[in-house]
């Protein structure tokens, strides 16, 4: 994953974003685990997750060059 961003709504139409991380390409295959606290002081009623991948597959992956997917697994509110 390239990057990801979280946001926060009362209303679903104004998010606040209260996360933002950006990623190196890796030079291996790598699972990468994003772990955000959620432990800001406002109120949300919208949880907004936008990911980005990089586009292309790397060159030391079997299947280089073509387009790169983005798995994710869970998604946990507590």
């Known amino acids: 994953m390239q990057k990801i961003k979280q946001s926060i709504s009362e ?3 104004n998010y606040k974003s209260i996360f933002t991380k950006s ?3 890796p030079d291996s ?5 994003i772990k955000v606290n959620f432990n800001h002081s ?3 009623r919208y949880v907004q997750v936008k990911a980005v991948n990089f586009g292309k597959i790397p ?4 299947g280089r060059n073509e387009p790169a997917w983005l798995f ?3 998604i ?3």
Do not use: N, T
């Open 11 to 13: 209303d679903g139409k």
């Open 23 to 25: 990623f190196v390409k």
């Open 29 to 33: 295959e790598s699972e990468q685990l």
């Open 42 to 44: 406002c109120k949300a």
């Open 59 to 62: 060159e030391w992956h079997p």
């Open 72 to 74: 994710v697994d869970e």
């Open 76 to 78: 946990i509110a507590r």
